[in-house]
T-cell receptor, first 109, second 113 residues
Framework: DAKTTQPPSMDCAEGRAANLPCNHS???????VYWYRQIHSQGPQYIIH???NNETNEMASLIITEDRKSSTLILPHATLRDTAVYYC??????????FGPGTRLSVLP | DSGVTQTPKHLITATGQRVTLRCSPR?????VYWYQQSLDQGLQFLIQ???????AKGNILERFSAQQFPDLHSELNLSSLELGDSALYFC????????????FGDGTRLSIL
C-alpha cells in the first residue's frame, strides 16, 4: 500500500470550506484513495473514496490530481461537528487499511 | 450508525486474564476486520476474515486469536492480558473486502488493571 502524508493539523472557520490535502506520490494504478474521520474515540467514519475521477457525496467531495499523486478532501460548509481527525488511505484491495496519524481539523466558531 | 455492532462497550479486567470481544457486521457484509487503537500506536490492523476464512493478518500477537462464525459474526479473543493491551478495539465490515470501504463499529474499550 502506498504511504500517505497529511498535515498534522488544520483550522477552518465555521461555514467555510475545509480543504484537507493528502500526498500519495507512490500510489499505484489500482490503489483507491479512501477518506475516514474519527471524532473523539468513536469508530472511524467512512467519508468517501475514489480511484481516478473526482467524487462527491452528501458529506464531501474528493478531488484527485490527474497524476494521482495527491488528493484533497473538501467539506463544503464546515460545522463544529466536523471537528475530528481525518485519515487519508491508499489501498488496492480494501483489506488491511494503514492508518497514519491523520490531520486534526479544528472548526472554529 | 454504521450498522456494525460491538459488545461489550467497556471491559475492565486484570493482567493474566482472558476476554472475548464480539462483533456483528452490517447486514450483507461478508468480511470482518479487527483493529487496535492505543494512545501510542494509533489504529493498527490486526486480522481480516471473509466468509468464515482468515484472509489477511496484520500485527496480531500470538496471545490474540479471532474467528468468524457461520452467521458471520466474529469474536476476538485476547489472553494472558498485559497492561499494554489496554486499548480501543474496533471491528469493521465490508461486503466482499475488495476495493470497498470498511464500516466501523463504535469499539470496545479494554482497560487492564
Amino acid at each position: 500500500d502506498a504511504k500517505t502524508t497529511q498535515p498534522p493539523s488544520m483550522d477552518c472557520a465555521e461555514g467555510r470550506a475545509a480543504n484537507l490535502p493528502c500526498n500519495h506520490s507512490t500510489i499505484s494504478g489500482n490503489e483507491y484513495v479512501y477518506w475516514y474521520r474519527q471524532i473523539h474515540s468513536q469508530g472511524p467514519q467512512y467519508i468517501i473514496h475514489g480511484l481516478k475521477n473526482n467524487e462527491t457525496n452528501e458529506m464531501a467531495s474528493l478531488i484527485i490530481t490527474e497524476d494521482r499523486k495527491s488528493s484533497t478532501l473538501i467539506l463544503p460548509h464546515a460545522t463544529l461537528r466536523d471537528t475530528a481527525v481525518y485519515y487519508c488511505i491508499a489501498d488496492n484491495y480494501g483489506q488491511n487499511f494503514v492508518f497514519g496519524p491523520g490531520t486534526r481539523l479544528s472548526v472554529l466558531p | 450508525d454504521s450498522g456494525v455492532t460491538q459488545t461489550p462497550k467497556h471491559l475492565i479486567t486484570a493482567t493474566g486474564q482472558r476476554v472475548t470481544l464480539r462483533c456483528s457486521p452490517r447486514s450483507g457484509d461478508l468480511s470482518v476486520y479487527w483493529y487496535q487503537q492505543s494512545l501510542d500506536q494509533g489504529l493498527q490492523f490486526l486480522i481480516q476474515y471473509y466468509n468464515g476464512e482468515e484472509r489477511a493478518k496484520g500485527n496480531i500477537l500470538e496471545r490474540f486469536s479471532a474467528q468468524q462464525f457461520p452467521d458471520l459474526h466474529s469474536e476476538l479473543n485476547l489472553s494472558s492480558l498485559e497492561l499494554g493491551d489496554s486499548a480501543l478495539y474496533f471491528c469493521a465490515s465490508s461486503v466482499t473486502g475488495f476495493n470497498q470501504p470498511q464500516h466501523f463499529g463504535d469499539g470496545t474499550r479494554l482497560s487492564i488493571l
